[in-house]
């Protein structure tokens, strides 16, 4: 579909803007006004991982104004196959940090923000706000129906991707002119029902494919330049080499994006919408009462060794992720007391308990909000 530019040109290139964007300028389609419309534009990267760290490095190469990060996550070595943002230096640092960093590197004048926090119910709509169209580059159905809703709500453009072993798909979700992604997926798939990336496997070259195709239709939609993709799934099977698309309808009666939408608002709880179970969670005040209370458990950090020396919990243990990831720390947890992991914010504890869970160690939990949440009380 062709839709207007979403951003204004001017004022005038630069030399040095010229000069740097000439191969880019020289394209008819795009010229010195298309460059002076992605270098007004504001584009917000959510998840700073996988497709997050090509697509914001594409971003910020493309001459885009103001790119806004968010992740809240830091580094550790199961990410460098793909995340290629970062390297062997940068582990157990904060993505947002190294991000913006890449960025400067790549072009000193870009603006950028960085959102280092969960995005949430109470924070997603201000974030979004600022910025004029939103790649997702997460990999949780939670935090994608929250950006989608909030996408609606705001009437801004987004662009999603998805990748999982060999294959990937990407979309852009614009309700003013198309469906959003309620209208194709109205509910989420049963819990356990969809591995993650941890469980399942992604090819690390498969997540530039796919981070490729979402910042290509940014720079479409921002530029106005050829058709944008809208009512369109683009589907890449990586083993095959293929790339297909399949039509997607608007859905008359989508709960969100539809004329005579029941819901005006985000919802109050997407991890609940989706099904996710918070029931594994201790929460840091809950934790300190029970040191407080002496209480016979174990708490293992699940961090890298860098993040264990800048500071820890006292009392607990270090094994990091991958020992989990390749099950070899399961012969050093006890079968007969109580289990509690820990990370920096609770995502990588949540990916190791479900596989020391799965293993059978039965009696644990993980903190929730992790050592962020622990420093805060
Ligand atoms: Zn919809």
């Not at 090509?54 to 990410?79: C, M, R």
């Not at 981070?211 to 239709?217: D, F, G, K, R, T």
């Not at 264990?308 to 720390?329: M, N, R, V, W, Y």
Request: net charge negative.
């Amino acid at each position: 579909m062709k839709t207007p530019p979403l951003v204004n040109p001017g004022p005038s290139l630069t030399d040095e803007e010229r000069s740097r964007y000439s191969r880019q300028i020289v394209i008819s389609e795009v010229s010195e006004v298309g460059q002076e419309r992605l270098r007004n534009s504001k584009v917000l990267c959510i998840g700073a991982g996988g497709l997050g760290s090509p697509a914001i490095l594409y971003l910020a190469a493309a001459g885009i104004g103001s790119i806004g990060i968010v992740d809240f996550d830091s580094i550790d070595e199961s990410n460098l196959h793909r995340q290629i943002l970062y390297t062997q230096a940068d582990i157990g640092k904060r993505k947002v940090d190294i991000a913006k960093k890449k960025i400067l590197e790549i072009n000193p004048k870009t603006d950028v923000t960085i959102h280092d926090s969960r995005i949430d119910n109470m924070n997603a709509l201000e974030i979004l706000a600022n910025y004029d169209i939103i790649i997702d580059a997460t990999d949780n159905f939670a935090t994608r129906y929250l950006i989608n809703d909030a996408a609606v709500l705001l009437n801004k453009p987004y662009v999603w991707g998805s990748v999982n072993r060999f294959d990937g798909q990407a979309a852009i979700f614009w309700s003013t002119y198309g469906p959003c992604y309620r209208c194709v997926h109205p509910t989420p798939p049963p819990p356990g029902s969809v591995q993650n990336c941890a469980e399942a496997g992604v090819l690390g070259v498969l997540c530039a494919s796919i981070a490729s195709l979402q910042v290509n239709e940014v720079i479409k939609a921002i530029t106005g330049i050829g058709e944008v993709q809208i009512g369109k799934m683009m589907i890449y099977d990586a083993l095959n080499s293929e790339y297909s698309k399949i039509d997607i309808k608007k859905d008359s009666n989508c709960v969100i994006c539809s004329q005579s939408a029941p819901q005006q608002k985000l919802l109050e709880d997407y991890e609940g919408f989706c099904g996710i179970n918070v029931s594994n969670e201790i929460s840091a005040k809950d934790l300190r009462k029970k040191f407080a209370d002496n209480e016979d458990f174990v708490l293992i950090d699940v961090r890298e060794p860098e993040e264990f020396e800048q500071s820890c919990i006292p009392g607990s243990t270090l094994i990091p992720k991958g020992f989990f990831l390749d099950h070899s720390a399961l012969s050093a947890l006890p079968a007969d007391k109580e289990i509690i992991l820990h990370c920096r914010s609770g995502i990588r504890s949540a990916e190791c308990l479900e596989i020391i869970q799965g293993a059978g160690f039965t009696n644990s939990r993980h903190l929730g909000g992790g050592i962020l949440a622990w420093e805060k009380l």
